[in-house]
């Protein structure tokens, strides 16, 4: 039913949102772990999103053959959290750290407070957009059910 369609894409947004939400906050507390389980600092997290595939046989028939919506979306989910290995490791000369390599300096992990928050702010914001939609199909589901009152 596209009722509870509308339902599952929202709901699979907002599932996704919050496992992005909690990498990020996860990257913001290990902004100045040097040193983790490995004795290697703490690399910054990215969370990698891919649609969700399709669950049934008419909805890929549907897409296949063209027949009415030629696409049907499915939701989102994710696919996998990835390590930042390409931005750098940030060097700080501290040679009094514990941490600190034979020249003095401490390689602290690859997060920007700055970044982590801006992307917490966007994450935010597409968790109330895929919660707005779900009220939206929600409320028009019960006013198509008083009609029949």
């Given at each position: 039913?596209?009722?509870?369609?509308?339902?599952?894409?929202?709901?699979?947004g907002m599932s996704a949102q919050r496992?992005?939400?909690?990498?990020?906050?996860?990257?913001?507390?290990?902004?100045?772990?040097?040193?983790?389980?490995?004795?290697?600092?703490?690399?910054?997290?990215?969370?990698?999103?891919?649609?969700?595939?399709?669950?049934?046989?008419?909805?890929?028939?549907?897409?296949?053959?063209?027949?009415?919506?030629?696409?049907?979306?499915?939701?989102?989910?994710?696919?996998?959290?990835?390590?930042d290995t390409k931005t750098p490791m940030?060097?700080?000369?501290?040679?009094?750290?514990?941490?600190?390599?034979?020249?003095?300096?401490?390689?602290?992990?690859?997060?920007?407070?700055?970044?982590?928050?801006?992307?917490l702010i966007d994450a935010t914001r597409?968790?109330?957009?895929?919660?707005?939609?779900?009220?939206?199909?929600?409320?028009?589901?019960?006013?198509?059910?008083?009609?029949?009152?």
């Amino acid at each position: 039913m596209a009722i509870f369609s509308g339902l599952n894409i929202s709901a699979s947004g907002m599932s996704a949102q919050r496992i992005r939400m909690d990498i990020l906050a996860e990257n913001a507390a290990n902004v100045k772990t040097t040193r983790g389980d490995d004795n290697q600092p703490y690399r910054r997290k990215n969370v990698v999103f891919m649609e969700k595939p399709a669950t049934n046989f008419s909805t890929i028939l549907n897409s296949v053959t063209g027949y009415r919506n030629s696409y049907i979306g499915n939701g989102v989910k994710v696919s996998e959290i990835v390590e930042d290995t390409k931005t750098p490791m940030n060097m700080v000369y501290d040679p009094a750290h514990p941490d600190a390599d034979e020249n003095g300096y401490v390689t602290y992990p690859n997060v920007n407070v700055v970044t982590e928050m801006v992307d917490l702010i966007d994450a935010t914001r597409a968790y109330e957009a895929n919660v707005t939609a779900f009220n939206a199909t929600k409320s028009m589901a019960l006013q198509a059910l008083d009609i029949g009152r």
